[in-house]
C-alpha cells in the first residue's frame, strides 16, 4: 500500500533553514508527482508547489518560490522541502502528498519558527 | 489565483440526516484535456487530510458510497447522504485545473 512518512518535528529560529523529508513506499516513486502543502495552525491548506521524482522538475507557488526548494533521492525514493529565510508565520504542519490531485498524504511534521 | 469559495463555513448536522457542502471557482475548471480537476477532501480532528472524490464525482477506494459528488464548469457540491459520528471534520474542496492549485476555506462540520 501506498504510505509516506515524513521527518520528525522541527524547531527552528528566526532566520534559519529547515528540511522536511517524505519516504514513499508502495509505489513507484519516479512515476508520480509529489506535492507540498501547509497548514498554519487552525487554518486551512496552502499548496507550495510539487516536484516530478522522475525528472526532478519542480514547480513552485509564487508565494514561495524565492525560500522553498524541493529535492529527491529516487535511490531513497524519498523527497525534500528546504524552505529558507524562516519567519514566525512560517509555523506550520507541513505535509508531503503523492500521486494526480494528492491522492496520498504523509502524517504531517510540525515545523515552529520561534526566537 | 483562482479563488475557490465554500459555503457554509460551519455545518452542525444531525445523525442520520443529509448534508450538502457547496464550492464555487472564480474562473472554470474544465481542463484543456476535457477533464475537471475538482477534488475533495476530508481532515477529521488531528489527522492529515484524506482524498474522497476526485474529479468531480469519482469515490476514492475505501470511501463509503454516503458520499457523492457532482457540479460542473464552476459550481460544485459534496452531498453526505447519512451523516455518521466518524464524518465530523472539516471538508475542503481543491483545484487542480490552474496553476497554482487552490483550496477553499473549508467546511466545518460537526453534529448538533
Known amino acids: 500500500q501506498v504510505q509516506l512518512v515524513q521527518s520528525g518535528a522541527e524547531v527552528k529560529k528566526p532566520g534559519a533553514s529547515v528540511k522536511v523529508s517524505c519516504k514513499a513506499s508502495?509505489?513507484?516513486?519516479?512515476?508520480?508527482?509529489l506535492h507540498w502543502m501547509r497548514q498554519a495552525p487552525g487554518q486551512g491548506l496552502e499548496w507550495m508547489g510539487w516536484?516530478?521524482?522522475?525528472?526532478?522538475?519542480?514547480k513552485y507557488s509564487q508565494k514561495f518560490q524565492d525560500r522553498v526548494t524541493f529535492t529527491r533521492d529516487t535511490s531513497a525514493t524519498t523527497a525534500y522541502m528546504e524552505l529558507s529565510s524562516l519567519k514566525s508565520e512560517d509555523t506550520a504542519m507541513y505535509y508531503c502528498?503523492?500521486?494526480?490531485?494528492?491522492?496520498?498524504w504523509g502524517q504531517g511534521t510540525l515545523v515552529t519558527v520561534s526566537s | 489565483d483562482v479563488v475557490m469559495t465554500q459555503s457554509p463555513l460551519s455545518l452542525p448536522v444531525t445523525l442520520g440526516q443529509p448534508a450538502s457542502i457547496s464550492c464555487r471557482s472564480s474562473?472554470?475548471?474544465?481542463?484543456?484535456?476535457?477533464?475537471?480537476?475538482l477534488n475533495w477532501f476530508q481532515q477529521r480532528p488531528g489527522q492529515s487530510p484524506r482524498r474522497l472524490i476526485y474529479?468531480?464525482?469519482n469515490r476514492d477506494s475505501g470511501v463509503p458510497d454516503r458520499f457523492s459528488g457532482s457540479g460542473s464548469d464552476t459550481d460544485f457540491t459534496l452531498k453526505i447522504s447519512r451523516v455518521e459520528a466518524e464524518d465530523v471534520g472539516v471538508y475542503y474542496c481543491?483545484?487542480?485545473?490552474?496553476?497554482?492549485?487552490?483550496f477553499g476555506p473549508g467546511t466545518k462540520v460537526d453534529i448538533k
Open positions: 474529479k468531480v464525482s
Open positions: 508502495g509505489y513507484i516513486f519516479t512515476n508520480y508527482a
Open positions: 516536484i516530478n521524482p522522475g525528472n526532478g522538475n519542480t
Open positions: 481543491m483545484q487542480g485545473s490552474h496553476w497554482p492549485l487552490t
Open positions: 474562473q472554470s475548471l474544465v481542463y484543456s484535456d476535457g477533464n475537471t480537476y
Open positions: 502528498a503523492s500521486h494526480t490531485s494528492a491522492a496520498y
